[in-house]
């Protein structure tokens, strides 16, 4: 039987982690990203293909020109690590490989929260694709689209939040989510 009150430290764990956009300026040391990395390793993937590899950025000049190109990816410029996922980018496989990739990116974000690192994952879209595998030397045939950066979170950057009370509900209830049976079922 499961021991409850781990349970419910587990759970609280999870539904902690956030998007973190702003970092301090130290390091993330080795040890924190080798473990990271082996989680990363360990993610289950569609037939166990594992089509990821990880290109690691910390080069400053690099993590800005990231940050610049289209998409939705600013929050690298600040991080101590920025982590570039490229896909084998099989057109066959294109439906396990979006799969494959976003439970690599929770699971990376996950493991570097256990050792109280922030993260927050970002994405590149059109000419930025084309821009990021330029800049990071990727084949072309590898499909780029993701990225997570790393660092310890800034709390002193946060914008004040107002009360609870002035802003909208954090999450959906379950009852506005979960269906019984079928779409619509009470």
């Not at 301090?24 to 993610?43: F, K, Q």
């Amino acid at each position: 039987m499961a021991d409850v009150a781990r349970t419910g430290e587990r759970i609280a764990f999870l539904r902690r982690l956030r998007a973190v956009r702003q970092f301090r300026a130290e390091p993330v040391p080795p040890a924190v990203v080798d473990d990271v990395l082996t989680a990363a390793r360990w993610s289950g993937s569609a037939k166990n293909r594992q089509p990821w590899e990880l290109v690691l950025v910390r080069d400053r000049e690099t993590l800005r020109a990231l940050a610049a190109a289209d998409g939705s990816a600013g929050h690298l410029a600040g991080a101590a690590l920025g982590i570039v996922v490229v896909m084998a980018g099989d057109p066959s496989q294109n439906e396990q490989e979006t799969f494959d990739e976003g439970r690599l990116s929770e699971r990376i974000m996950l493991a570097a929260a256990a050792h109280g690192v922030g993260s927050c994952v970002g994405w590149f879209r059109g000419p930025g694709r084309a821009a990021v595998k330029q800049l990071l030397r990727i084949p072309p045939e590898r499909l780029v689209r993701t990225a997570i950066s790393l660092g310890y979170p800034d709390t002193g950057a946060r914008p004040a939040r107002p009360p609870r009370s002035l802003r909208s509900p954090a999450r959906k209830p379950l009852s506005e989510m979960v269906h019984q049976d079928v779409y619509g079922g009470t």
